[in-house]
């Protein structure tokens, strides 16, 4: 699978390259899409002579990305989306095993974060795969210089789209990105399973609480609130969701949840998520009136969704007492637990989705960086989505690898759902 | 609340009124979203003057936005939209309470059906409100000569909304029309919440089976179907999902039901629910392999989801069992039990959606009839989805009388998600 | 399946038994140990020349319990053990085509009520078959005439066996008593899943009320509530549980349901529905503070749980809505709607427990009823368990009805199962 | 909290006694009911001059139950109960920093097992508190020498009940025992959501996989088995139940699980968790038809449920891939990932029950063992249950350590529920 020439890269240490190379090939067991079109992009070789630069989290299954890309033709580097996120022997295989840059030590701090980036954009990319955006962003300001090679990128998060839809608008947008996120195969899966279980996981190895009997404050009923509120539930926990759109708040009703304000579910909540892909969601009013012992963390792209840094002020002291638990000490006694410092929960204290659902992701992520380089010259500076027909084969792939069979239409049903003669 | 003259009508029998009158007010205490905008439609009477052609369920709920549409001006024409859908009392009670032209009979055949629909039409409608595109389909055909003093029309199911796309491609729709279906408030909530209660309703109704350790086939995972399947499982069923589309069907597999083919799940099934829109979905191949003692039903909009034909066809007798039962006896000995005669099982033998969650649909009726009579003339004759601001207004609404707060986004959180430049 | 001698009786009108009879013959379809053991006492004739009072709500399950024991030599007086649970068609039928003596009317009053106990107490019984204790307390106190002749009794719900035990433990009961609810296949299908399953038929047939997004309030986790609490949050609504048992409440929390006292529940609840076995649960201090709307219902035995009396006292007026839908108004202008007189919600508005469930219970009833009659004489005058070898037969008929395979254990594991000197 | 006099002891390493520390005290918080008996404990000093030799799983909440055992007085040795359950850190905390005598060594041999057990029983205990029944039966076996001064003892689960019940029926017990797993407020709590919680966690950590869509095995139905089938299906996997008892079987069919034999689950399943408490439950015919990428986890008490034996004998090769998960490779090229070597998964790969539930175990813990000391002159050499005074004040002490208010019973109501003449 692998080739043994060392690579440019800054990691903690290759010793853990043989760990890392276990746990991709792992990884690897449960991504048979991505396995299906490693296959092709091994005989079509599609990205021959792309450089690519990728900001992702440094997990097992961005690794079986890589490769993919590596397989496919591609010169990749890659850095990580998040100083928290990174698995240091993924990391270190991925460099000595796979001939991928690599650049990313999990607890790098800011300036570390960004000299990574750099690294990646020194790599003058074709192609940019970003998470969040923060590539994109460094580019677009401080790089503007590494943008003229750039024909096109693709974007894995909501947030990220976020962000290079206001720079579209802006009209700052210098090419062409795919957000990945957009595609069905996508964001109903990887936000809402991926998320929902991994949060989960990421919650329970930090704290060992029993969520049977709590009270889990949901921040958010997007896809990812949605998937984490299901599972809580499922756990046994009194789900209390917060929202500010009203529709999705009916919704979280109709299925059965509270809803309530922040400021309400703060003085009842046993553990808080946010997943809201907005900032200060849980700030010092809220604080304020948590019970003593509340659990507190994030699972939304950035770390502000909590206001830390109130967080900090109101404390009369701070202490590490668990991996990934901080407890603050409040003035008045109670003591409030930051998980994560606040980063996403799921890959700071856990391992971020399972590999079966980011098959898919990152399925749509492969196919899309073969789609613009085929397409990249016809495409405007803006976001576009991931085209239907990639995103619906993602989906037969993953039913066939599992052994499910599906209806098909038959002419005469076609004809019906297109008609509209036919009455009561 | 009424008025007493008596009006233009055809309905079973008028001293079923008071019960249908008594009715009404019950479905009315839970539709305080509806009630609010009567209010305003009283005081403003945006639909002065303006005659509706309505083809609807006829049912309590139907009759609130009947009386809403009334008392802000509209002078309006009732039919039902499905032979066995219609309430007798409420007919009754319409006409001859609320000066609301009605012609609905419960069991009524083809011909009375359509002669009913043709009796609407005569009202000669500035707006039509249909359900399943009956009303304008007949319109578009054989009576031509009432379309020329339709301004506008609304449209409140998936089936009627494909049937209008279907028509407008083909360039035949006569005027603009506003797909009420689209609106987040209706087809998120009716079709997932109502259609999943009201189908468990009348399935119980019919049979008193129970559920829990039953396995139910549902057909169909659009946002009826989920709701159904959502609700089959919880009372305690066993639920297989059969679907044409890959990805609803991975999302189907992913919250944990199983998915197969009609064929396969025909051979293990014990209650069959159609949701799908579209034709023959349960046909001879299917019922030459059920279980003895199979159930059949359906949840969507017409009844040819089921293939009765080919049924009638296979079985050797029939016969009534109980209210809504016919046992068909296949020649090797099996017994088969269609319920409903393959008409929309919630409304054949159960009451429809509750109230609580038509308020909502039938707010986005009035609101849109009210948007139709302001706006047509700036509209073309193809099919518009409700305006968001509506939609919105209406959540709004229903959260404010369920007491239920929800939070509000800050300048500050506003220009965050508005903006690019924070990132990690 | 029947004779058409007419017999003793008194019911509402022969002319429904066409009617009862269909109905009696779709639920035994969904009775298929009840059909073994039929056709084993048609061979045997176990309970040949043993006259049997029996006490039962007169349903279609029930109607096939007494044919099967006519059908095994038995001679069968039957009186309803509620005054609304009665099914007139089914009494109709039973009497007139089945040769059993029938004393039930839907809504006879409580004189007539007793009178028709006192018929069924006048076939002077060998076996008294009781569900609620009525017909047993009768024959204590005021027909202890008829007790010479009885050899012992069944009884079915656990507020009867409350009753037996304390009339028991009191030196006042006359004869042997198994008590068949004690069956695991007896109380832990019937009252969980046939009670829950039941009583949310019962409550939407009544109100048509939308479950999801509601605040359903169950009073009492026993094998009941758990069942019904089960199915409200399967259809959506936010549960909240009451309970004087710790144990009980602690489990419903874990559960991730909400418990609080009644009396903070009443202020919250949309639904509320008793199922305790005790008295008074709902009373005057909780509809001082129910919101305007509130539904209240029972589906504990009796119609005590809700004190009525004090909500007719404290209400300005009274109607009815719908059927089986009380409106009481209060002086503050709030409006409560009790349900079915706050009678056994599940038998007054639907149609009882399904068959299926009922099909264990009543498995339970007649092998009980045979064992009664075979070592009676060995029994004292106490309440007695059914025996564990016909509970588990009756647990592998219905799984082998519904073509479910279990695992048998080797006789390794068997000696592992009962070894002691195995360890790590 | 601690006093610093190093004891008698043999763990991993003393320097990991700081972790161990701060995890205890966090384990501590989520322990209310046992901080209140320790209070008392300290204060009236029930266990003085006790010595106690207790063999429990190592952990941070074993720690704060033999700190509340040192605080009552007693004179404490420790060993461990399982293998691979053992925490080191704890280990070394319980040693360095509260004068209790630890044996345990987290992956010990079977040699070094049995001889810390061995060394628990030269502290010449007065009582016993064993889980699993080891310690109990060397003392039965080879240190009967030891018995002597033995008063009583306790033992925590299922598996040692059901040994120490084999041990009274030969007539070999030599001293009373409390079961502490009969207490409902354990083996309802401890059983069911801890075990459903750890041993989700446990398969999580060890292998990433996503649950949602997967098809989940649960061997064994009974409250550990019905708590893992929660939780599983609550992850969003399809759920399959195997058993051996006909009404379990039943219940989680009408629970809504799929039930069938083992051999056909083997199968279809893509994980396979036993706690069924019995041996060779997944045994060679199993392996034979697994699918490959089969993933098979232990959740009873001792490693024997999956026969590990077999495995090894028909696997070509075997090697670890990622820590806790052995990949056997068979001869036809399939896979099959056995976790934790088939010891307890929750304890093996997670921290085994979460505090808050062990918190009512261990205060039943405590109670017996004071029960024991003030009653063992008058009790047999038998099984007792925990006095049901005990188990409900645990109960109720954790109830209000939860702020949750439930209802009492009026007199009027205790004296209707005692009686047997109200009726209809």
């Known amino acids: 699978m692998a080739t043994t020439t060392a690579t440019l890269h800054h990691v903690k240490n290759l010793d853990l390259a043989d760990q890392g190379r276990k746990r991709i090939e792992w990884a690897n067991q449960s991504m048979p899409v991505l396995q299906t079109i490693r296959k092709e992009f091994i005989k079509h070789q599609p990205l021959k002579g792309i450089r690519v630069a990728a900001c992702l989290h440094v997990t097992t299954e961005t690794a079986n990305l890589m490769i993919t890309l590596r397989d496919g033709g591609a010169d990749v580097a890659l850095c990580a989306s998040n100083p928290l996120s990174t698995q240091d022997d993924v990391a270190a295989s991925l460099a000595r ?5 690599t650049y990313a030590i999990k607890g790098e701090d800011n300036e570390s974060y960004y000299s990574h980036i750099l690294a990646a954009i020194d ?36 947030t990220g789209v976020i962000r290079l839809r206001a720079m579209a608008k802006d009209g700052v947008l210098r090419y062409p990105v795919v957000a990945v996120n957009d595609a069905l195969t996508k964001h109903l899966f990887d936000n809402r399973y991926g998320t929902g279980q991994s949060t989960i996981d990421g919650v329970i190895r930090c704290t060992n609480v029993l969520l049977a009997g709590s009270k889990f404050v949901v921040a958010g009923y997007g896809w990812c609130g949605r998937g984490l509120a299901m599972r809580a539930r499922g756990m046994g926990a009194e789900v209390i969701v917060t929202e500010v759109d009203p529709t999705k708040a009916l919704e979280a009703v109709m299925d059965g949840f509270r809803v309530m304000t922040m400021i309400e579910a703060a003085k009842q909540g046993d553990v808080f998520v946010t997943v809201t892909g907005n900032k200060s969601v849980i700030r010092q009013e ?22 830390i840094p109130a967080l900090e002020r109101t404390a009369s002291s701070k202490r590490a007492t668990r991996d990934f638990v901080d407890e603050y000490a409040m003035r008045d006694g109670r003591k409030i637990y930051l998980l994560g410092e606040g980063r996403l929960i799921n890959l ?25 380089v085929k397409n990249h010259a016809s495409l405007e500076k ?39 003669s036919e009455g009561t």
């Not at 809220?286 to 206001?307: L, Q, R, T």
Request: a negative charge; charged letters at 25%; proline letters at 3%.
């Open 97 to 101: 095993d796979f001939n991928i840059q």
């Open 123 to 158: 790599h003058k990319p074709h192609l940019t795969m970003d998470d969040g955006c923060d590539l994109v962003h460094l580019l677009h300001t401080k790089r503007q210089d590494a943008l003229e090679g750039v024909i096109g990128g693709t974007e894995e998060t909501t």
């Open 286 to 307: 809220h604080f304020d009136v948590m019970k003593n012992g509340a659990i507190i963390a994030n699972s939304g792209h950035f770390n502000v969704e909590i206001d």
């Open 348 to 372: 700071a204290a856990a391992e971020g989705h399972p590999a079966s659902v980011m098959d898919m992701s990152f399925a749509n992520q492969a196919l899309s960086a073969e789609y613009m």
């Open 382 to 420: 803006k976001v576009y989505s991931v085209p239907q027909e990639l995103d619906k084969r993602v989906a037969r792939l993953k039913l066939e690898a599992m052994s499910i069979g599906i209806d098909r239409l038959s002419p005469e049903q076609e004809e019906y759902l297109a008609s509209w």
